[in-house]
Protein backbone atom coordinates (compact mmCIF):
# COMPACT_ATOMS: atom_id res chain seq x y z
CA UNK A 1 0.00 0.00 0.00
CA UNK A 2 2.00 3.25 -1.49
CA UNK A 3 0.67 5.70 1.62
CA UNK A 4 1.07 7.95 4.20
CA UNK A 5 -0.53 7.02 7.65
CA UNK A 6 -0.78 3.75 6.26
CA UNK A 7 -3.83 5.35 4.25
CA UNK A 8 -4.66 4.15 0.43
CA UNK A 9 -3.97 7.43 -1.74
CA UNK A 10 -6.47 8.35 -4.04
CA UNK A 11 -5.67 10.92 -6.53
CA UNK A 12 -8.02 13.04 -8.18
CA UNK A 13 -7.26 14.72 -11.33
CA UNK A 14 -9.73 17.00 -12.94
CA UNK A 15 -9.09 19.56 -16.53
CA UNK A 16 -10.26 22.62 -14.48
CA UNK A 17 -10.59 24.26 -10.78
CA UNK A 18 -13.40 26.87 -11.96
CA UNK A 19 -15.89 26.03 -8.99
CA UNK A 20 -19.01 24.21 -10.86
CA UNK A 21 -20.83 20.63 -10.49
CA UNK A 22 -18.03 18.42 -11.05
CA UNK A 23 -15.52 20.36 -9.22
CA UNK A 24 -18.13 20.47 -6.10
CA UNK A 25 -18.47 16.46 -6.51
CA UNK A 26 -14.76 16.03 -6.45
CA UNK A 27 -14.43 18.86 -3.43
CA UNK A 28 -17.06 16.36 -1.77
CA UNK A 29 -16.05 13.04 -2.30
CA UNK A 30 -12.29 14.27 -1.16
CA UNK A 31 -13.14 15.92 2.05
CA UNK A 32 -16.00 13.33 2.76
CA UNK A 33 -13.44 10.36 2.50
CA UNK A 34 -10.24 12.41 3.76
CA UNK A 35 -9.95 10.05 7.25
CA UNK A 36 -10.13 7.09 5.49
CA UNK A 37 -7.83 7.97 2.39
CA UNK A 38 -5.01 10.23 1.98
CA UNK A 39 -6.98 12.55 -0.71
CA UNK A 40 -5.33 14.63 -3.24
CA UNK A 41 -6.72 17.05 -6.23
CA UNK A 42 -5.16 17.94 -9.22
CA UNK A 43 -6.33 20.43 -11.48
CA UNK A 44 -5.67 21.93 -14.58
CA UNK A 45 -6.78 25.68 -16.71
CA UNK A 46 -4.89 27.08 -13.75
CA UNK A 47 -4.95 30.22 -15.02
CA UNK A 48 -8.29 30.80 -15.57
CA UNK A 49 -9.48 29.62 -11.44
CA UNK A 50 -7.47 28.39 -8.99
CA UNK A 51 -11.01 28.27 -7.18
CA UNK A 52 -11.15 24.01 -6.07
CA UNK A 53 -7.93 23.83 -5.44
CA UNK A 54 -8.18 27.20 -3.06
CA UNK A 55 -11.03 25.99 -1.26
CA UNK A 56 -10.00 22.10 -0.72
CA UNK A 57 -6.39 23.54 0.74
CA UNK A 58 -8.42 25.19 3.04
CA UNK A 59 -10.07 22.35 3.96
CA UNK A 60 -6.47 20.13 4.84
CA UNK A 61 -6.38 18.61 1.54
CA UNK A 62 -3.59 18.46 0.04
CA UNK A 63 -3.18 19.72 -4.01
CA UNK A 64 -1.66 20.14 -7.07
CA UNK A 65 -1.76 22.67 -9.90
CA UNK A 66 -1.05 21.03 -13.29
CA UNK A 67 0.63 24.06 -15.20
CA UNK A 68 0.10 22.49 -18.77
CA UNK A 69 -3.07 20.84 -18.78
CA UNK A 70 -5.97 23.16 -20.49
CA UNK A 71 -9.82 22.47 -20.92
CA UNK A 72 -9.74 22.73 -25.15
CA UNK A 73 -7.81 19.96 -26.79
CA UNK A 74 -4.55 21.51 -27.86
CA UNK A 75 -1.71 20.04 -29.91
CA UNK A 76 0.54 22.28 -28.35
CA UNK A 77 -0.43 21.73 -24.62
CA UNK A 78 -1.97 18.53 -24.20
CA UNK A 79 1.36 16.29 -25.11
CA UNK A 80 3.02 18.19 -22.51
CA UNK A 81 -0.10 17.96 -19.82
CA UNK A 82 -0.16 14.17 -20.14
CA UNK A 83 3.44 13.78 -19.61
CA UNK A 84 2.71 16.27 -16.35
CA UNK A 85 0.23 13.92 -15.63
CA UNK A 86 2.65 10.46 -16.19
CA UNK A 87 5.49 12.68 -13.55
CA UNK A 88 3.11 13.28 -11.02
CA UNK A 89 1.21 9.85 -10.85
CA UNK A 90 5.00 8.35 -10.74
CA UNK A 91 6.06 10.54 -7.99
CA UNK A 92 2.77 10.05 -6.25
CA UNK A 93 2.33 6.83 -6.82
CA UNK A 94 -1.43 6.49 -6.09
CA UNK A 95 -3.71 3.39 -5.03
CA UNK A 96 -6.52 4.86 -6.91
CA UNK A 97 -6.27 7.54 -9.44
CA UNK A 98 -10.03 9.29 -9.78
CA UNK A 99 -10.21 11.05 -12.59
CA UNK A 100 -13.06 13.79 -13.78
CA UNK A 101 -14.05 15.47 -17.17
CA UNK A 102 -13.60 13.90 -20.46
CA UNK A 103 -10.37 15.04 -21.63
CA UNK A 104 -8.85 13.65 -18.57
CA UNK A 105 -10.79 10.81 -18.86
CA UNK A 106 -8.85 10.74 -21.85
CA UNK A 107 -5.34 11.89 -20.85
CA UNK A 108 -5.00 10.62 -17.41
CA UNK A 109 -6.53 6.86 -18.68
CA UNK A 110 -3.19 6.73 -20.87
CA UNK A 111 -0.79 8.32 -18.76
CA UNK A 112 -1.92 5.63 -15.74
CA UNK A 113 -1.77 2.78 -18.48
CA UNK A 114 2.22 4.13 -19.35
CA UNK A 115 2.83 3.51 -15.68
CA UNK A 116 1.46 0.29 -15.34
CA UNK A 117 3.10 -0.70 -18.45
CA UNK A 118 6.89 1.09 -17.11
CA UNK A 119 6.08 -0.72 -13.71
CA UNK A 120 5.15 -4.17 -14.85
CA UNK A 121 8.58 -5.71 -14.57
CA UNK A 122 9.51 -3.83 -11.46
CA UNK A 123 7.19 -4.93 -8.60
CA UNK A 124 4.13 -4.90 -10.42
CA UNK A 125 2.89 -1.41 -9.48
CA UNK A 126 -0.36 -0.72 -11.48
CA UNK A 127 -3.00 1.88 -9.96
CA UNK A 128 -6.81 1.30 -10.54
CA UNK A 129 -8.01 3.72 -11.99
CA UNK A 130 -11.92 5.59 -11.91
CA UNK A 131 -13.68 7.53 -13.64
CA UNK A 132 -16.53 9.64 -12.98
CA UNK A 133 -18.23 10.78 -16.42
CA UNK A 134 -20.39 13.84 -15.55
CA UNK A 135 -22.50 13.49 -18.46
CA UNK A 136 -21.00 12.54 -21.85
CA UNK A 137 -19.29 15.03 -24.06
CA UNK A 138 -20.83 13.63 -27.33
CA UNK A 139 -24.17 14.05 -26.56
CA UNK A 140 -23.81 17.78 -26.92
CA UNK A 141 -24.72 19.62 -30.32
CA UNK A 142 -21.41 19.66 -31.70
CA UNK A 143 -20.39 18.58 -35.27
CA UNK A 144 -20.39 14.86 -36.25
CA UNK A 145 -16.92 14.22 -36.87
CA UNK A 146 -16.31 15.72 -32.93
CA UNK A 147 -18.71 13.36 -31.65
CA UNK A 148 -17.53 10.50 -33.49
CA UNK A 149 -13.64 11.11 -32.46
CA UNK A 150 -15.23 11.44 -28.58
CA UNK A 151 -16.99 8.83 -28.87
CA UNK A 152 -13.77 6.47 -30.38
CA UNK A 153 -11.47 8.31 -27.53
CA UNK A 154 -13.96 6.97 -24.72
CA UNK A 155 -14.57 3.68 -26.10
CA UNK A 156 -10.68 3.61 -26.56
CA UNK A 157 -9.63 4.46 -23.20
CA UNK A 158 -12.58 2.29 -20.98
CA UNK A 159 -10.14 -0.60 -21.98
CA UNK A 160 -8.06 1.03 -19.59
CA UNK A 161 -10.01 1.68 -16.42
CA UNK A 162 -11.26 -0.39 -13.72
CA UNK A 163 -14.80 1.08 -13.20
CA UNK A 164 -16.81 4.18 -14.19
CA UNK A 165 -19.49 5.79 -12.33
CA UNK A 166 -21.79 7.22 -14.34
CA UNK A 167 -25.44 9.83 -13.06
CA UNK A 168 -27.75 8.11 -14.23
CA UNK A 169 -29.16 4.86 -15.87
CA UNK A 170 -29.31 7.38 -19.76
CA UNK A 171 -25.68 7.85 -19.18
CA UNK A 172 -25.21 3.49 -18.56
CA UNK A 173 -27.41 3.12 -21.07
CA UNK A 174 -25.43 5.69 -23.61
CA UNK A 175 -22.19 3.84 -22.62
CA UNK A 176 -23.52 0.48 -23.55
CA UNK A 177 -24.30 1.62 -26.58
CA UNK A 178 -21.14 3.13 -27.62
CA UNK A 179 -18.89 0.37 -26.01
CA UNK A 180 -17.74 1.94 -23.39
CA UNK A 181 -16.88 -0.84 -20.77
CA UNK A 182 -14.30 -0.39 -18.37
CA UNK A 183 -12.49 -3.87 -16.79
CA UNK A 184 -15.39 -4.31 -14.26
CA UNK A 185 -18.21 -2.85 -13.66
CA UNK A 186 -20.40 0.75 -14.69
CA UNK A 187 -21.58 2.05 -11.51
CA UNK A 188 -24.37 4.36 -10.86
CA UNK A 189 -24.27 7.12 -8.34
CA UNK A 190 -26.33 10.02 -7.71
CA UNK A 191 -24.92 13.06 -7.06
CA UNK A 192 -26.34 14.28 -4.14
CA UNK A 193 -26.12 17.43 -1.04
CA UNK A 194 -26.52 17.60 2.67
CA UNK A 195 -27.40 21.90 3.20
CA UNK A 196 -29.00 22.30 6.68
CA UNK A 197 -31.83 24.72 6.62
CA UNK A 198 -29.72 27.09 8.55
CA UNK A 199 -27.56 28.02 5.63
CA UNK A 200 -29.97 29.44 3.26
CA UNK A 201 -31.08 32.84 4.45
CA UNK A 202 -34.30 34.12 4.40
CA UNK A 203 -36.39 35.62 0.95
CA UNK A 204 -35.74 39.15 2.48
CA UNK A 205 -32.21 38.53 3.28
CA UNK A 206 -31.25 36.94 0.20
CA UNK A 207 -33.02 39.47 -1.84
CA UNK A 208 -31.10 42.32 0.04
CA UNK A 209 -27.66 41.09 -1.07
CA UNK A 210 -28.82 40.13 -4.51
CA UNK A 211 -30.34 43.72 -4.36
CA UNK A 212 -26.98 45.42 -3.25
CA UNK A 213 -24.71 43.70 -5.22
CA UNK A 214 -27.09 44.19 -8.43
CA UNK A 215 -26.86 47.95 -7.53
CA UNK A 216 -23.17 48.15 -6.93
CA UNK A 217 -22.52 46.69 -10.69
CA UNK A 218 -25.28 48.31 -12.79
CA UNK A 219 -27.45 50.62 -10.72
CA UNK A 220 -31.23 48.76 -12.30
CA UNK A 221 -34.16 50.90 -12.92
CA UNK A 222 -36.92 48.46 -11.95
CA UNK A 223 -35.70 46.06 -9.75
CA UNK A 224 -38.04 45.82 -7.75
CA UNK A 225 -38.27 43.38 -4.58
CA UNK A 226 -42.02 43.18 -5.58
CA UNK A 227 -41.52 41.71 -8.72
CA UNK A 228 -41.67 38.08 -9.25
CA UNK A 229 -37.94 37.05 -9.43
CA UNK A 230 -36.60 34.08 -11.73
CA UNK A 231 -33.35 32.81 -10.48
CA UNK A 232 -30.82 30.54 -12.28
CA UNK A 233 -27.22 29.65 -10.98
CA UNK A 234 -24.63 28.47 -13.61
CA UNK A 235 -21.36 28.89 -15.19
CA UNK A 236 -22.07 30.92 -18.06
CA UNK A 237 -21.50 28.66 -20.72
CA UNK A 238 -23.19 27.38 -24.13
CA UNK A 239 -24.55 24.10 -22.48
CA UNK A 240 -26.79 26.18 -19.78
CA UNK A 241 -28.80 27.32 -22.24
CA UNK A 242 -29.24 30.67 -20.80
CA UNK A 243 -29.98 32.80 -24.18
CA UNK A 244 -33.62 30.90 -23.94
CA UNK A 245 -34.24 32.09 -20.92
CA UNK A 246 -33.04 35.20 -21.98
CA UNK A 247 -35.73 35.01 -24.82
CA UNK A 248 -38.08 33.95 -22.16
CA UNK A 249 -38.36 36.46 -20.05
CA UNK A 250 -38.87 39.17 -22.91
CA UNK A 251 -41.90 37.00 -23.82
CA UNK A 252 -43.26 36.45 -20.47
CA UNK A 253 -42.99 40.89 -20.03
CA UNK A 254 -44.43 40.83 -23.59
CA UNK A 255 -47.73 38.80 -22.28
CA UNK A 256 -47.98 40.87 -18.86
CA UNK A 257 -48.17 43.95 -20.69
CA UNK A 258 -50.75 42.65 -22.29
CA UNK A 259 -52.54 41.88 -19.06
CA UNK A 260 -53.83 43.60 -15.99
CA UNK A 261 -50.99 42.43 -13.53
CA UNK A 262 -48.90 45.13 -11.95
CA UNK A 263 -45.94 42.85 -11.31
CA UNK A 264 -43.08 42.06 -13.91
CA UNK A 265 -40.99 39.03 -14.13
CA UNK A 266 -37.23 40.12 -13.18
CA UNK A 267 -34.62 37.55 -14.15
CA UNK A 268 -31.18 37.40 -11.79
CA UNK A 269 -28.63 34.76 -13.46
CA UNK A 270 -25.82 34.14 -11.27
CA UNK A 271 -22.41 33.02 -12.77
CA UNK A 272 -19.92 34.09 -14.80
CA UNK A 273 -17.60 32.45 -17.68
CA UNK A 274 -16.95 32.54 -21.21
CA UNK A 275 -20.52 33.80 -22.96
CA UNK A 276 -20.67 37.15 -20.33
CA UNK A 277 -20.29 39.25 -23.64
CA UNK A 278 -22.67 37.45 -25.68
CA UNK A 279 -25.57 37.42 -22.89
CA UNK A 280 -24.71 41.30 -22.49
CA UNK A 281 -25.60 42.10 -26.01
CA UNK A 282 -28.35 39.72 -26.38
CA UNK A 283 -30.19 41.26 -23.13
CA UNK A 284 -29.98 44.81 -24.89
CA UNK A 285 -30.70 43.67 -27.94
CA UNK A 286 -34.05 42.35 -26.76
CA UNK A 287 -34.58 46.11 -24.72
CA UNK A 288 -34.29 43.39 -21.17
CA UNK A 289 -31.62 45.76 -19.21
CA UNK A 290 -34.18 46.66 -16.82
CA UNK A 291 -35.54 42.67 -16.26
CA UNK A 292 -32.53 40.15 -16.68
CA UNK A 293 -29.66 40.54 -14.37
CA UNK A 294 -25.97 39.02 -14.49
CA UNK A 295 -25.09 39.21 -11.23
CA UNK A 296 -21.45 37.77 -11.74
CA UNK A 297 -19.83 34.94 -9.44
CA UNK A 298 -21.45 34.53 -5.80
CA UNK A 299 -19.05 32.42 -3.73
CA UNK A 300 -21.74 29.84 -1.59
CA UNK A 301 -24.30 30.65 -4.08
CA UNK A 302 -26.70 28.19 -3.15
CA UNK A 303 -27.57 30.41 0.06
CA UNK A 304 -29.46 33.03 -1.58
CA UNK A 305 -31.52 30.30 -3.41
CA UNK A 306 -34.69 31.56 -1.54
CA UNK A 307 -34.19 35.07 -3.15
CA UNK A 308 -36.28 33.71 -6.21
CA UNK A 309 -39.72 33.13 -6.40
CA UNK A 310 -38.90 30.51 -8.82
CA UNK A 311 -36.00 28.32 -9.96
CA UNK A 312 -34.96 27.75 -13.75
CA UNK A 313 -32.64 25.32 -15.13
CA UNK A 314 -32.67 25.66 -19.05
CA UNK A 315 -29.75 23.40 -19.46
CA UNK A 316 -29.21 22.25 -22.58
CA UNK A 317 -27.29 18.85 -21.43
CA UNK A 318 -26.63 17.77 -17.71
CA UNK A 319 -25.87 15.09 -16.04
CA UNK A 320 -27.16 15.89 -11.81
CA UNK A 321 -26.65 18.98 -11.61
CA UNK A 322 -25.79 19.88 -7.90
CA UNK A 323 -27.62 23.54 -8.31
CA UNK A 324 -31.08 21.88 -8.88
CA UNK A 325 -30.60 19.55 -5.92
CA UNK A 326 -29.46 22.53 -3.91
CA UNK A 327 -32.73 24.36 -5.19
CA UNK A 328 -34.98 21.42 -4.29
CA UNK A 329 -33.56 21.44 -0.16
CA UNK A 330 -34.20 25.23 -0.67
CA UNK A 331 -37.78 24.34 -1.23
CA UNK A 332 -38.30 26.92 -4.24
CA UNK A 333 -40.11 25.96 -7.15
CA UNK A 334 -38.51 24.52 -10.19
CA UNK A 335 -38.72 24.46 -14.31
CA UNK A 336 -35.91 22.65 -15.72
CA UNK A 337 -35.23 21.26 -18.61
CA UNK A 338 -35.82 17.53 -19.34
CA UNK A 339 -32.49 16.51 -19.96
CA UNK A 340 -29.87 14.05 -18.90
CA UNK A 341 -30.68 12.70 -15.96
CA UNK A 342 -32.97 15.19 -14.73
CA UNK A 343 -36.36 13.71 -15.52
CA UNK A 344 -35.06 10.74 -13.09
CA UNK A 345 -34.71 13.05 -10.11
CA UNK A 346 -37.94 14.82 -10.98
CA UNK A 347 -41.19 13.69 -11.76
CA UNK A 348 -42.62 16.00 -14.44
CA UNK A 349 -46.07 17.90 -12.09
CA UNK A 350 -45.25 16.24 -9.16
CA UNK A 351 -42.05 17.70 -7.91
CA UNK A 352 -40.80 20.32 -10.53
CA UNK A 353 -42.29 21.29 -14.20
CA UNK A 354 -39.67 19.81 -17.15
CA UNK A 355 -39.70 21.24 -20.38
CA UNK A 356 -38.27 20.75 -23.55
CA UNK A 357 -34.03 21.63 -23.68
CA UNK A 358 -34.02 25.05 -26.27
CA UNK A 359 -37.62 25.80 -26.01
CA UNK A 360 -38.25 29.35 -24.57
CA UNK A 361 -42.03 29.29 -25.57
CA UNK A 362 -42.76 26.37 -22.75
CA UNK A 363 -40.21 28.32 -20.66
CA UNK A 364 -42.25 31.09 -20.55
CA UNK A 365 -45.71 29.50 -20.75
CA UNK A 366 -44.62 27.46 -17.31
CA UNK A 367 -43.12 30.61 -15.79
CA UNK A 368 -46.72 32.71 -15.67
CA UNK A 369 -48.15 29.61 -14.66
CA UNK A 370 -46.27 29.34 -11.58
CA UNK A 371 -46.22 32.97 -11.19
CA UNK A 372 -50.23 33.08 -11.13
CA UNK A 373 -50.77 29.69 -9.35
CA UNK A 374 -49.43 29.70 -5.90
CA UNK A 375 -50.35 26.61 -5.07
CA UNK A 376 -49.09 25.02 -7.64
CA UNK A 377 -45.78 26.38 -6.99
CA UNK A 378 -45.58 25.42 -3.56
CA UNK A 379 -46.79 21.93 -3.79
CA UNK A 380 -43.60 21.10 -6.28
CA UNK A 381 -41.41 22.85 -4.07
CA UNK A 382 -42.49 21.01 -0.86
CA UNK A 383 -42.21 17.46 -2.75
CA UNK A 384 -38.94 18.17 -4.03
CA UNK A 385 -37.46 18.90 -1.07
CA UNK A 386 -38.55 16.21 0.83
CA UNK A 387 -37.37 13.97 -2.26
CA UNK A 388 -33.97 15.74 -2.16
CA UNK A 389 -33.24 15.23 1.69
CA UNK A 390 -34.56 11.79 1.66
CA UNK A 391 -33.30 9.99 -1.31
CA UNK A 392 -30.53 12.58 -2.57
CA UNK A 393 -27.79 13.27 0.09
CA UNK A 394 -24.46 13.81 -0.13
CA UNK A 395 -23.63 11.47 2.59
CA UNK A 396 -25.48 8.35 0.61
CA UNK A 397 -22.93 9.61 -2.48
CA UNK A 398 -20.00 9.31 -0.97
CA UNK A 399 -20.79 5.95 1.05
CA UNK A 400 -21.17 5.09 -2.37
CA UNK A 401 -17.99 6.30 -3.85
CA UNK A 402 -16.16 4.78 -0.72
CA UNK A 403 -17.48 1.17 -1.94
CA UNK A 404 -16.18 1.88 -5.70
CA UNK A 405 -13.11 2.32 -3.87
CA UNK A 406 -12.97 -0.74 -1.54
CA UNK A 407 -13.85 -2.99 -4.55
CA UNK A 408 -11.28 -2.57 -6.25
CA UNK A 409 -8.74 -2.27 -3.60
Not at 58 to 67: D, F, H, P, Q, R
Not at 109 to 137: L, N, Q
Not at 311 to 334: D, H, Q, R, T
Amino acid sequence: MSSKENKPIVLHIITQAEFGGAQKYVFDVATGLSDRYRTIIASGQISISKELLVRAANAGIETVELKHVVRSISPLYDPVGYHEIVKLIERLRPDIIHLHASKMSVLGSMAAAKIGRRYKKKGGYRPKVVYTAHGWVFTEKISWLKRWFYIWAERFTSKMKDAIIVLSRVDKDLAYEHGIMPKKKIYIINNGVDIPVSDFLSREEARHFIYRKLHRMQPPKLLNKKNFWVGTVANLYPNKGLTHLVEAIGMVNDQIDDTKYDAYVQSVIIGDGMLRGELTEDIAMRALNDFVFLAGAVPDAYKYLRAFDLFVLPSLKEGIPFVLLEAMSAGVPIVASSVGAIPEILENRKTAILVEPGNAIQLAEHILELMHHETLSSELAKAAHEHVTKKLTASKMIEAVDKVYQDLL
